[in-house]
């Protein structure tokens, strides 16, 4: 690599869509998540910082980070905490640069191995958050996250493999996540492919990031916040970036493997741009109308409601892999 | 790019974020965590209580998945599998991507 290439990855990495947009639209995402919620449960939302309260989710952050006192608990490995949470937040920024949007694109045949590699980080990251403490409330927290997460991973792996491996059937570079954003296309095979692999992999990020009705692992009434219950100050700020930067990072994934990103149109167009946003919105309105709508469920309904989701990307993949 | 090519190339910028961002955060909030402890957060019961009990046995893990489908494949999980270690659940995920891996190598050559 000559020394241009490596400022472009740094700044890829680091900048756009790395670390600074992943964080920026992270919070965007949160303030349009309890905005819309709000309005759905007849609450006004975030009002006060920024117009329409859009600032909020800054506000909040910058609080809790710069303001709040360090406090940790007795057994708690705070070092730990943070090293996770910052791969985490490593791993999805340069996942990023697998994508069509990055100025220094991560390409190759195969590279869904190494995009894939990167997602599982994430996941650890998450928790790891409830087993680097002592307390009792985020070892359980932890412990239903990663029952969850046996049956919702593997649902999005082989629903982002079955989708890899329909949009570049043709390709030069095969199961590349590049060449399946960048070139995309659409026919009855790869609809019926994306079709089933989209619902798999829509409910499996729901699962993920613990919104609704999959949010047992965090719930407030009988864990006190679970996997979040130790957190407070700056490492509760990081945790909240990380967080909402993964919901941001699956929602573009999703709008840019499953929906077409912007298609018709093409990467870098004005309407493509515009086409892009929208279907990232509309995913997002989804996701909060599903969040907004259900009661919360428990460990083995949740676990055998996503056996099902394995079912439909396992569908998914036979198709794609056989005709 | 081939794949190990790819590979290190994410890997690297993955840690660099990930050290710039801790670096940050450290020189943000800078000093110890020790004059500040306090105990668990535990609702007001007591730490005594838990003080044999702060990590959850491996029964409590993956009860979900058996008592309502998977009752003898979750005994697998239990005694061959999961030890309460963060590997062997990993290497668990592992067995599933390297599924999805090898459907897809042979999608490669039939086509």
């Known amino acids: ?323 | 790019m081939d794949v190990l090519e790819l590979t290190l190339i994410a890997s690297s910028l993955m840690l660099l974020v990930a050290l710039l961002t801790y670096l940050s955060y450290a020189a943000v909030k800078k000093g110890g965590s020790s004059q500040n402890l306090s105990e668990p957060y535990l609702c007001g019961e007591s730490v005594d209580d838990f003080k044999n009990s702060i990590s959850v046995g491996s029964t409590n893990l993956y009860w979900g998945a058996t008592s309502a489908i998977l009752s003898r494949f979750y005994k697998v999980l239990r005694d061959e599998i999961h030890t309460g270690v963060l590997n062997d659940w990993f290497f668990y995920m592992c067995i599933w991507l390297v599924l999805g891996v090898l459907l897809s190598f042979i999608t490669i050559s039939m086509s």
Do not use: C
Not at chain 1, 92 to 121: E, K, N, Q
Not at chain 1, 241 to 261: D, Q
């Open chain 1, 1 to 323: 690599m000559v020394y241009s290439e490596i400022l472009l990855a740094t700044f890829s990495a680091l900048i756009y869509p790395g670390l600074l947009f992943l964080v920026v639209l992270g919070l965007l995402t949160q303030w349009y998540m309890r905005k819309l919620v709000g309005r759905l449960q007849n609450r006004i939302g975030p009002k006060y910082v920024g117009p329409l309260g859009i600032a909020q989710p800054f506000a909040d952050v910058i609080k809790l980070v710069f303001v709040k006192e360090k406090l940790s608990s007795k057994g708690r490995l705070d070092r730990l905490l943070i090293l996770f949470m910052t791969l985490g937040l490593g791993a999805l920024s340069s996942a990023m640069l697998f994508t069509p949007i990055s100025p220094y694109v991560i390409r190759g045949g195969y590279d869904v191995i190494a995009f894939i590699y990167l997602m599982i980080w994430s996941t650890i990251a998450f928790a790891v958050i409830g087993l680097s403490s002592s307390n009792p409330f985020t070892i359980a927290g932890s412990s239903r996250f990663l029952t969850q997460i046996l049956f919702a991973e593997p649902a999005l792996i082989i629903s982002i493999l079955a989708a890899t491996i329909a949009l570049t059937k043709n390709s030069t570079t095969p199961l590349s996540i590049y060449s399946s954003a960048a070139y995309f296309q659409i026919s009855a095979l790869i609809a019926a492919v994306l079709a089933l692999s989209f619902i798999s992999f829509f409910l499996a990020t729901i699962a993920k990031t613990l919104i609704k009705p999959f949010d047992i692992p965090e719930a407030e009434t009988e864990l006190a916040g679970g996997l979040l219950a130790e957190l407070s100050g700056p490492t509760l700020g990081l945790a909240i970036v990380f967080h909402y930067s993964e919901i941001a990072f699956l929602a573009l994934i999703t709008t840019m493997i499953f929906l077409g990103g912007p298609y018709p149109f093409n990467y870098g167009d004005a309407l493509g741009m515009a086409v892009f946003i929208v279907k990232y919105v509309l995913l997002l309105t989804l996701m909060i109308t599903v969040k907004a709508s259900v009661g919360r469920v428990r460990v083995e309904q949740a676990v055998s409601m996503i056996k099902y989701v394995i079912l439909t990307s396992v569908t998914a993949l036979i198709l794609a892999t056989v005709f």
